[in-house]
DNA sequence: CATTTTTAATTAAACATTCAACTTCTTAGG
DNA sequence: CCTAAGAAGTTGAATGTTTAATTAAAAATG
């Protein structure tokens, strides 16, 4: 009557390794942020501070767009405005006007900001080693890279607007 | 002068092949989780909500002790007690006291709970394999499961309190 | 070139999460 | 048993995120 592992009302459900191996990467997606968000505590910053701050310290004059530093971070734009409040509020970064157009908005990093990143840096890589990275083989590394990066595609592909 | 990838003030910095594992990572992570979401709005249930009904469906008696349903969603005692109120305002679940430890709660599947769960789940699993699980032969997900679970042991050992 | 549509960004209010303080009950030690 | 310590759970306030509405400028359309 059923083919493959088709039942009842059609439902393909999970199977027992899919199941296990599903709910690993789910529990590994949340205990990893929390302990890398927890890693930053001490220097005052969030994952999120983090992860601004990487993207501007790689950016042309250290500066980027907000919506394209929306787009790079998977954050609404709105999100961001408050975001972006806050850290100016913490004096990490700044808003500069835009010349080219006028509705536009660059977040900057200032000074202060380019020296937290040079000091938490090395910290927040060795616990991303910690917790991650060193716990994999190269090869695994590899393997997994090769595996997620069509999910990733797919996701940023069928995603609508955040 | 340096031994391997270590450089300057001894940070071992990642090498890109790591870089790019990590971060393919991270967005499949949120791109996923932001997914998942959505696929469940129109059900008008989160990913949290979501969780508690899994979890409560597959316990005894439909049941579930607060304490336990924390650590089983790796959720704070006090997330937990709001995220229970508010599907408490829901319907879907309900309080109930315990018996044999006078300060203790249980969380209980209202019918209507159970009766969402049903009709839910179905769909959850498609979304579940439409954007990741199918996205992976069987030979994928088993190495992804077997690299991560040492990571999640990991994670589960070194965690404080959430 | 006037008008409509779209894009960039913010804001206020609603909602969710965290943090710290608190209450009640259980358990362990003397 | 009486007391101190710990565990279960909640609560309110502070903080962060989402949603929907709003402003202003750029681009597209007729």
């Known amino acids: 009557m059923d083919t493959e592992d088709t039942q009842d009302n059609g439902t393909r459900w999970l199977t027992d390794e899919e199941q296990r191996a599903w709910r690993t990467h789910l529990d590994v997606s949340r205990l990893l942020m929390h302990q890398l968000e927890r890693d930053l505590q001490p220097f005052g910053l969030t994952n999120n ?7 501007l310290s790689e950016s042309k004059d250290h500066r980027m767009r907000m919506s394209d530093l929306a787009t790079a971070t998977l954050q609404s734009k709105s999100r961001l405005s408050h975001q972006i409040t806050r850290m100016e509020n913490a004096g990490l970064v700044r808003r500069e006007n835009c ?5 536009g908005l660059f977040a900057v990093l200032t000074d202060h900001g380019w020296e ?5 840096a090395p910290h927040h890589v060795a616990s991303v080693r910690q917790h991650f990275i060193d716990l994999l083989s190269e090869e695994e590394l590899k393997s997994l890279h090769a595996s997620l990066t069509p999910v990733a595609q797919h996701l940023r592909s069928t995603r609508g607007r955040m």
Chains 1, 2 share one sequence.
């Open 49 to 55: 501070d983090y992860e601004i701050l990487v993207n």
């Open 99 to 103: 010349e080219s157009d006028r509705r």
């Open 116 to 120: 937290t990143m040079r000091k938490v």
